[in-house]
């Protein structure tokens, strides 16, 4: 491992602020450059298919900006090829600008000696060829997507696709009902990004230097989780990254923060608001445990008797802590509060505010309590509900 002499050390509540800041849940939001400026400081917005209040890459600027409207977010995304879809945390939206930056995860694909799925002969240049001859498609309309809900009967023609769109050939160029649209690259993304194919250490020293960015602060494991890269690519490039060496009280190992970030410290509003259970700023227990104190799983998953908080849980965010959960739901125009834990009474107005700003930004007019793990808060939440919704 890449050591160097730190400079500066920081204290934890330091850490945490710059960490806040620099995924933009503290001081004024950036209004101006809307959901894309979101996308391009973040550098990665998760997808994933549930959609309880609305789903994970809508939230995530919800989470940053308000209550922005969820067609001018699927707009922002997609329109005018501001971005693509690939994997990097997981399947994530990407700014177009960094395709060329993941050259060396598709030079990975097209190098790897075996899949999960078996390729039919001719069916990855028949896929090719019909999208360049009719435009954009999804699987269903390339002739086959998935025939179960099973991911291994996957169709030889979604095989396909999803062969070449690991590859770099084609892209996904938006979602349309949840399915996505494929295209080829040539014509998806501009021809100066296309064409600049970067070798492996200037991939990774950006990707580095992105992910320290994003974080303000990490560990070495902390920066390898936010674009899912191995250690050892994280220790060949990290001293080149621009990224510079600290320590922070109580983490016990090196970081390494974005040096931008260590000029000013972090000052002004936080941000109350619910965070979805796919949000970069809690994407690593491990991280999220060590900065906030605070244990976030997702429960999705796991079968509902061993559920401990619920299936959708949502951290609550309020004053730069993680003050509580909320796993909700909607029945018509009311946002259920199915669970809901918090840290004592000081988080009963934070809640409170966070579920009617969620409410009303997925039309609801009503807010109803299910179950409160402290009972003594149940009437002093439902007293502040009341009043926030006049």
């Keep these: 491992m890449t050591s160097s002499r730190p ?27 809307g959901v894309r400026g979101v996308l391009r400081h973040l550098g990665a917005v998760q997808l994933d298919t549930i959609s309880v209040l609305a789903r994970s890459h809508e939230l995530i600027p919800y989470a940053r900006l308000g209550a922005v409207g969820r067609r001018t977010v699927e707009d922002a995304y997609w329109k005018d090829t501001h971005a693509f879809e690939y994997w990097s945390h997981a399947a994530c939206i990407l700014p177009i ?24 002969d001719g069916v990855y240049d028949q896929v090719v060829k019909q999208l360049r001859a009719e435009g954009p498609l999804t699987a269903t309309e390339l002739g086959g997507a998935k025939r179960t809900s ?7 023609t979604k095989v396909a696709v999803e062969r070449a769109l690991m590859y770099g050939e084609v892209v996904c160029v938006e979602r349309r009902g949840w399915k996505r649209v494929y295209d080829l690259a040539e014509r998806a993304v501009p021809d100066h990004l296309l064409h600049d194919e970067l070798d492996d250490t200037e991939c990774l020293r950006r990707l580095v230097r992105l992910a320290g960015e994003a974080l303000g602060v990490g560990t070495r494991a902390d920066i390898a989780d936010y674009h899912r890269l191995k250690g050892e690519q994280v220790d060949a490039v990290i001293a080149d990254s621009g990224l510079v060496p600290v320590t922070v009280e109580g983490w016990g190992k090196p970081a390494w923060a974005d040096p931008a970030a260590l000029v000013t410290p972090p000052r002004g509003r936080h941000r109350t608001t619910l965070l979805s259970p796919f949000d970069s700023l809690i994407w690593e227990r491990a991280r999220t445990e060590r900065i906030f104190g605070f244990t976030h799983r997702l429960e999705a998953y796991v079968p509902k008797p061993k559920r401990i908080h619920g299936y959708f849980a949502m951290p609550l965010l309020a004053g730069g802590r993680l ?6 739901a909607r029945e018509g125009r009311t ?11 000081k988080a009963v107005l934070p809640a409170a505010q966070a579920l009617v700003e ?3 930004w997925v039309d609801c007019t009503d807010v109803r309590l299910e179950r409160v793990e402290a009972p003594e808060l149940r009437e002093p939440l439902t007293v502040e509900l009341a009043r926030l919704l006049g």
Excluded: C, K, M, T
């Design 7 to 33: 400079i500066a050390e920081l204290s934890a509540d330091e850490a945490r602020r710059l960490s806040l800041r620099a995924q933009g849940f503290l001081g004024a939001p950036d209004r101006r450059s």
């Design 97 to 120: 600008e960094e395709w060329p930056h993941f050259a060396f995860r598709r030079r990975g694909y097209r190098s790897r000696p075996q899949w999960n799925h078996e390729l039919p």
């Design 150 to 156: 099973e991911w291994w009967d996957w169709s030889g």
């Design 323 to 328: 003050i509580g959960r909320v796993d909700p």
């Design 335 to 345: 946002l259920v509060a199915r669970q809901i834990s918090l840290e004592g009474p």
């Design 358 to 360: 969620a409410a009303r």
